[in-house]
């Protein structure tokens, strides 16, 4: 998928250089997009499943250990 195919409203939001970014290596960033008090109980989830996945030794619902 491209963004050419998302929809125009979404595809209206995103830059020709953004765009391009995207195409040549598969990522958006986009400065400010999720706030700062959004972005810290981001973070702190994605610390937990972190820290909670040390203890798996096998491939389970919530976590993948062959890859």
């Known amino acids: 998928m491209t963004l050419a195919d998302v ?3 979404a595809n209206d939001l995103i ?3 953004r765009r391009a970014d995207y195409e040549a290596n598969g990522y958006l960033c986009l400065p400010g997009f999720v706030d ?3 972005l810290g109980e981001l973070r702190s ?5 972190a820290e909670a ?3 798996e ?3 389970g619902k919530v976590f993948d250990t062959d890859g």
Request: charged share 25%; glycine share 0%; no cysteine.
């Open 53 to 55: 996945s040390r203890a």
């Open 7 to 9: 929809a125009p409203p």
């Open 45 to 49: 989830v994605t610390a937990e499943f």
């Open 36 to 38: 700062s008090d959004w």
């Open 57 to 59: 030794t096998a491939s």
């Open 15 to 17: 830059t020709d250089r």
